[in-house]
């Protein structure tokens, strides 16, 4: 069974995969078979070794005072200092609330959502309908927040906007959406999957394209219904690609992507869409205070890191192929 | 089969050898790159006095920072390349490369220059705190020796001006930064729809309550006579937080001291008043309701100029502002409202520190003599055609003062290059402005408005107790963080039922949050020590 299986995917006729004693077939060899592959990979590997690992290096200034005039070798270490001020500090336990709280809306709200329309989507049998509602839905990925933030702003004014217009037929006074800390987070989680939702469904799909029809041919013939199906079939299918996507959200926990944050954040609601990256903003890139920003980011990529090997490890004993 | 194959991967194996080369080479080459970076900084000390030597040899090359306002017509070019640069170029003797600065994103573009190593020559900011933090971090360098060793028409000015040795000097007593006097100090003013007032058979306001009743008056008797109850009286814009709080001498996020003690502003009883006055506005709809979301205050504008509103809280240099109104709205009639009583007194309008711009060297500036070059030949002639424009083009003399021949040719052409004059000469009196106007009635009476905007500053005091932020590092590291949370919870005070004490408490508690006491201590202590130097 496996040769066959061996024979099919590897194309070569001539050396059946159980002829060559394990054994003997070394890393190097593995290595040089693939060469090509491995020069593919040589920029990537380099653009990450310098631009993620060698900066690291930069992060000591979190465990400095760091001043322009003596450089990152120069400035005197202060160990943890910065870290007990952050702890200290009211704000910053009340930024990380924020983000974590936002974060738990995404995991709730928006995490599934691409799994949802990419069951809706893989019902549909009409291939060009699906083309283009596939790619209507991924657009939005590609507008900035920029952009987008101000067209959020103008669609729910309370005065000029359509939301608020046809709440008003339905006889319902205008709201505020954008200032009142109750509608802030549901603007943010409705946004937030309008805009990547899309984009999921891409990876989704993709992963459903690879479930055997024979299957669900074989659910029909015992009787089982659409939902039936999904459930048993096409949801058990993607559990590995959905695994995997749960650990790279977990990851992202203390991360609250910038942009969006900024453009949809003003005055008003501080109190509820402050996040670690804005907080990071202010205090490290407008009152220069880089020690500390530095401490913050650090504290973030610390718990993120810590976060993504427990969800690993929990993943793979509930039996799914983890990250690594 | 074996032979083939052994000679098909030699021949791919002497393929691979350049390929890894070249890739390994690549990486090294970055790496290079990235660590080259990492050396540079704290490289260049070298006393000034050895840079004079070698400066008189090198290039008359210099890059400054200027402020983007996004000014700048298509036509005319971009921040770093139109006319006047060019004019400049030509003129002063000096190369000079520009590096815009988006105007209200000038303290993080300002930090990550210095960062990254890529600050230009000169720093320009209006604000004293970044001179004062740069200095410390030692981003710049004084300024003495240079002014002493090469410069002429500078080094006059500022001894004919001594008012503004202060504000250029810091703790350390040295000079950091070059400026030339304000034309005007006048800055933040209140206009009024004059013809409103008269339709309505108003007068004008003299007291906050007085203008409170015309704001309800404008609301709703339809002033604007169309017949629908759609005026907003008020529209904001960055003056109005300032000129509300300026009534009751209680600006947000400014010390005072009441009886030898330093306080902040939140915690003086008069900053209630304050408070209370923008609730009143946003509950009894005197005031657009989505100014929040409002942030470049474009919105109020809008209201403004097509004539939805009739009061403005604003500036003295609107003029692009007032002459759109006048195209919309050809028969209306400004006014400027002057200072207005409370019960706490008569506050003039805010007075800006006698100083304009600030330049500071960066302390790595290759050639310093070329930058004092450059600010003599600005102080001495360079700031008129960057003020006026071209003679018989844009303006003609009558007398001794320029008359601006066309203002929409002027407001295109010339009116973005005064952000150039990193020092100037102009002093806008009255009848300078007046004299400025020409014959066209609409300029005569805008150059009116400004007229009385102007003799306002120099007739009425303005109480500030501090002249500019008292330097001291533990009110430094917190104050954006206040500034983040007073502005919430101003603006949660504004928009909903929340009472003002309750309000004052938040900002109490967010300020000893963040170590307030230690900051007002300090604080007391530097003005204790210093408070002779300011008066």
Redesign the interface.
């Known amino acids: 069974m496996s040769s066959m299986r061996g024979e099919r995917t590897l194309g070569r006729a001539a050396l059946p995969a159980a002829s060559v004693p394990k054994l003997k077939r070394s890393r190097l060899r593995d290595v040089y078979r693939d060469r090509y592959l491995y020069l593919f990979l040589l920029p990537a590997l380099a653009y990450f070794f310098l631009f993620k690992y060698v900066t690291l290096f930069g992060e000591t200034i979190a465990f400095k005072n760091f001043r322009l005039l003596d450089g990152i070798w120069g400035s005197e270490w202060v160990g943890l200092k910065h870290f007990r001020t952050l702890f200290a500090s009211d704000d910053f336990w009340h930024v990380i609330g924020n983000t974590l709280l936002l974060n738990l809306y995404h995991m709730v709200f928006a995490f599934p959502a691409p799994i949802v329309l990419a069951l809706l989507l893989n019902e549909l049998r009409a291939e060009w309908f699906k083309r283009t509602v596939q790619n209507l839905l991924y657009l939005p990925f590609f507008i900035s927040w920029v952009v987008l933030g101000g067209i959020i702003v103008s669609l729910l004014s309370p005065s000029t906007g359509v939301v608020n217009a046809l709440l008003g037929l339905f006889g319902v006074e205008p709201i505020y959406f954008m200032t009142s800390s109750v509608w802030w987070p549901v603007v943010f989680i409705v946004s937030t999957i309008w805009q990547s939702a899309g984009w999921g469904t891409i990876i989704y799909m993709a992963a459903m394209a690879a479930i055997d029809p024979g299957l669900y041919e074989a659910a029909k013939m015992d009787g089982a219904g659409k939902l039936r199906q999904i459930w048993h079939i096409t949801l058990p299918g993607v559990r590995g690609t959905i695994a995997v996507l749960l650990v790279l959200q977990m990851g992202k926990m203390m991360d609250v992507g910038f942009e969006h944050v900024y453009n949809l954040q003003n005055a008003a609601v501080f109190s509820v869409s402050d996040v670690i990256s804005t907080y990071v903003y202010r205090i490290g890139l407008q009152n220069a205070q880089y020690s500390l920003a530095t401490a913050v980011g650090l504290f973030q990529g610390v718990i993120g890191l810590i976060l993504v090997l427990i969800v690993n490890k929990t993943v793979k004993k509930l039996g799914e192929g983890g990250l690594w | 089969m074996s032979e083939k194959k052994r000679n098909e991967s030699k021949r791919i194996r002497k393929s ?1 050898m350049p ?2 080369a070249l ?1 390994v080479l ?2 090294a080459a ?2 290079g790159c ?1 660590s080259d970076n ?1 050396n540079d ?2 490289a260049s000390e070298g006393a000034p006095s050895e840079q004079a030597t070698a400066s008189a040899a090198l290039p008359k090359e210099i890059t400054a920072s200027i402020y983007d306002r996004g000014a700048v017509a298509a036509g005319e070019g971009t921040y770093e390349d139109n006319r006047w640069t060019r004019y400049i170029n030509e003129h002063s003797g000096v190369q000079v490369n520009w590096v815009p600065i988006p105007r209200n994103q000038e ?2 573009k300002f ?2 220059l ?2 990254s190593g890529q600050a230009p020559d000169l720093l320009t900011t209006y604000n004293r705190d970044f001179i004062v ?1 740069w200095a410390s ?3 710049i360098q004084p300024l003495d020796e240079y002014i002493e060793k090469y410069s002429t028409s500078y080094k006059a000015y500022l001894e004919a001006h001594p008012e503004l040795k202060p504000y250029l000097t810091l703790e350390d007593g040295k000079t950091y930064a070059i400026a030339s006097l304000r034309p005007t100090r006048a800055n933040t003013a209140i206009f009024i729809r004059q013809d409103w007032l008269d339709k309505l058979g108003l007068s004008m306001p003299k007291t906050v309550e007085e203008l409170i009743e015309v704001a309800r008056a404008f609301r709703d008797n339809d002033p604007d006579g169309n017949g629908k109850k759609d005026t907003i009286p008020m529209a904001m814009s960055t003056s109005y937080m300032a000129i509300t709080d300026d009534w009751f001498m209680a600006r947000s996020g400014e010390w005072f001291v009441e009886d030898g003690k330093v306080v902040q502003s939140f915690f003086t009883d008069r900053y209630k008043s304050a408070l209370e006055f923008r609730q009143l506005a946003y509950k009894e709809e005197l005031v657009d ?2 100014f ?2 409002d ?1 470049e205050f474009s919105r109020q504008k809008q209201l403004w100029t097509t004539g939805r509103s009739g009061i403005f809280f604003s500036n003295v240099n609107m003029d692009n502002t007032m002459s759109d109104l006048r195209k919309n709205d050809p028969n209306s009639k400004l006014s400027v409202v002057p200072p207005l009583e409370t019960p706490f007194g008569t506050n003039g309008y805010q007075l800006e520190v006698p100083n304009h711009l600030l330049t500071a060297f960066n302390k790595d500036m290759k050639n310093p003599q070329a930058a004092i070059e450059y600010i003599d030949w600005l102080i001495d002639e360079g700031w008129e055609p960057l003020t006026y424009g071209t003679q018989g083009e844009h303006y003609e003399l009558k007398g001794d003062i320029p008359v601006t021949l066309d203002l929409d040719k002027y407001k295109t052409e010339v009116s973005y290059a005064a952000e150039y004059r990193l020092v100037q000469q102009e002093r806008m009196t009255p009848e300078y402005v007046t004299a400025r106007a020409g014959e066209d009635p609409n300029d005569r009476d805008l150059a009116a408005l400004k007229s009385t905007i102007i003799r306002n500053s120099e007739t009425f005091d303005f109480r500030k107790d501090f002249p500019y932020v008292p330097p001291v590092a533990e009110y430094s ?1 917190i ?3 206040f500034e ?2 007073w ?2 919870i ?3 005070a504004a ?1 909903t039922g929340m009472t003002a004490d309750k309000a004052i408490e938040d900002i109490r508690q967010a300020w000893d ?2 170590g307030g006491d230690q900051a007002t201590a300090k604080v007391q202590a530097w003005y204790d020590a210093n408070k002779d130097k300011l008066k």
Do not use: C, H, Y
């Open positions: 691979i390929l890894m890739a690549g990486t970055l790496s990235s990492a900084k704290g303290a993080d930090n990550v210095i960062a933090r971090e030692g981003a309701k989505e929040a979301t942030k590291t104050a954006s963080q983040a949370k502005k919430e101003n603006t949660r928009m949050s963040l």
